[in-house]
Nanobody, 118 residues
Framework: QVQLVESGGGLVQPGGSLRLSCAAS????????IGWFRQAPGKEREGVSC??????????YYSDSVKGRFTISKDNAKNTVYLQMNSLKPEDTAVYYC?????????WGQGTQVTVSS
């Protein structure tokens, strides 16, 4: 069964850190481009970071709002992609989703809530 499962969300104070995980089953993540998206209440879903497949050199991309604070990485042995989030701000509060895409295959996880608040 093809599945993406996010975990690692929670409540953190401003300036804190969280590491989100996106674990895949039923397919090999390394063959896909993987993206992290987020959606805050009342706002559209936005792209945060992505990493290309290894065949495309695993290049990374970050939105301007998270550049320098977030880092995307993957562990092929665990078939998992991570999003390390540092220096978190209240405006980072959102549901975070991971997405895997290759050709016409497009998979989404169920999301994990991140709340940044004092």
């Amino acid at each position: 069964q093809v599945q993406l499962v996010e975990s690692g969300g929670g409540l953190v104070q401003p300036g804190g850190s969280l590491r989100l995980s996106c674990a895949a089953s039923g397919f090999t993540l390394d063959f896909y481009a993987i993206g992290w998206f987020r959606q805050a209440p009342g706002k559209e879903r936005e792209g945060v970071s992505c990493i290309s497949s290894s065949s495309s050199d695993g290049r990374t991309y970050y939105s301007d709002s998270v550049k320098g604070r977030f880092t995307i990485s993957k562990d092929n042995a665990k078939n998992t992609v991570y999003l390390q989030m540092n220096s978190l701000k209240p405006e980072d509060t959102a549901v975070y989703y991971c997405n895997a895409i290759k050709w016409w295959y497009n998979y989404w996880g169920q999301g994990t809530q991140v709340t940044v608040s004092s």
